[in-house]
T-cell receptor, first 112, second 112 residues
């Protein structure tokens, strides 16, 4: 069964460093999303992406964040200068026109 | 601003029992509602998607209902099994641009 994959599973970085989280959505999906979940808290929407542009973004998704679909298969989230409070599990999701979202296993980001 | 609440926060039942998980949302102008399962430290698994025009969806032992006018959804699990133990999340898709709002989840424990 097709699934969303994410790499790496765990990323440790120093405060102020740039990180890129990678996702491979399900192949025939057209809508892509990033969410995050801080330990013990709700899943929070960051950004949605369709037709090579951002459809919607939350107030969390400030200038430190960017997304890109560099080729036909990958979808990336870049955090330019990480802060301690960026430590969280980051989930990528994708959907087809039904908008049923399928999530990847997540990348645990730890900022020291 | 959409708010999603799930009650109860935790539920413990003996194996074989039928149970109901509740989800309420403040803004009834939704696009769809999706129920997920999350195992500890893992990603989200889609269980059921209900479009805003639908009243219920069924998959195996799971049945989800939606009452948009009252801002409520329920997830009914029949004949619960220990393998059903997990956190169940409901998420409301507010627009077709992709922003979903999640509840805090109900953590279910099914005792053998």
């Amino acid at each position: 069964e097709p699934e969303v994959t994410q790499t790496p599973s765990h990323q440790v970085t120093q405060m102020g460093q740039e990180v890129i989280l990678r996702c491979v959505p399900i192949s025939n999906h057209l809508y892509f999303y990033w969410y995050r979940q801080i330990l013990g808290q709700k899943v929070e929407f960051l950004v949605s992406f369709y037709n090579n542009e951002i459809s919607e973004k939350s107030e969390i998704f400030d200038d430190q964040f960017s997304v890109e679909r560099p080729d036909g298969s990958n979808f990336t989230l870049k955090i330019r200068s990480t802060k301690l409070e960026d430590s969280a599990m980051y989930f990528c999701a994708s959907s087809d026109t039904s908008l049923e979202q399928f999530f990847g296993p997540g990348t645990r980001l730890t900022v020291l | 601003k959409q708010e999603v609440t799930q009650i109860p926060a935790a539920l413990s039942v003996p194996e074989g029992e039928n149970l109901v998980l509740n989800c309420s949302f403040t803004d009834s102008a939704i696009y769809n509602l999706q129920w997920f399962r999350q195992d500890p430290g893992k990603g989200l698994t889609s269980l059921l998607l209900i479009q805003s025009s639908q009243r219920e969806q069924t998959s195996g032992r799971l049945n989800a209902s939606l009452d948009k006018s009252s801002g409520r959804s329920t997830l009914y699990i029949a004949a619960s099994q220990p393998g059903d133990s997990a956190t169940y999340l409901c998420a409301v898709l507010n627009t077709n641009a992709g922003k979903s709002t999640f509840g805090d989840g109900t953590t279910l424990t099914v005792k053998p």
